[in-house]
């Protein structure tokens, strides 16, 4: 991530389309969780990348690997941009970052909390052979749960 993100992220955090990751937030929400997702590298190995476009450099959206206080058990998330969606940026990157996480970060396992109107996000999920879990520990009691390795 770069500071060169930063807009384009606080834009897609202030909207609407922020309803699904706890928004619209304002300015210090969404600084916050910028910050939060660069921080998590120094403090955790992981944390959140931002995807690109190889050809001109434009920001596509983001994927990342979350964890501490707020979540559970380590979450794979992801987001893309309006100009990006329905191009298949966000799985080709959540199944990259997934793979890492298990066989260099040999994590047990990932999930993805989801708000239950995400059906987008749901039914990627899916493509990446998560499934469901209504018994996992969830941050918001109202979230989806997908399991995407592991017990």
Not at 50 to 79: S, Y
Not at 95 to 122: C, G
Request: hydrophobic share 40%.
């Amino acid at each position: 991530m770069r500071m060169d993100d930063w807009p384009d992220y606080r834009a897609l955090m202030r909207s609407e389309r922020a309803r699904f990751m706890g928004g619209p937030h304002d300015e210090a929400g969404a600084w916050g969780m910028f910050c939060s997702d660069i921080a998590q590298w120094a403090l955790m190995d992981h944390g959140a990348l931002m995807i690109d476009d190889k050809a001109t450099g434009r920001c596509l959206g983001q994927v990342g690997i979350n964890h501490g206080p707020l979540f559970p058990e380590h979450e794979l998330g992801w987001f893309v941009y309006d100009h990006a969606e329905g191009r298949g940026y966000a799985f080709e990157a959540a199944r990259a970052l997934r793979d890492w996480a298990k066989t260099v970060r040999r994590l047990p396992a990932l999930v993805s909390y989801m708000d239950p109107d995400n059906h987008r996000s749901a039914r990627l999920a899916e493509r990446l052979g998560a499934v469901l879990d209504r018994q996992a520990p969830r941050p918001d009691p109202a979230d989806l749960v997908y399991r995407h390795f592991g017990p």
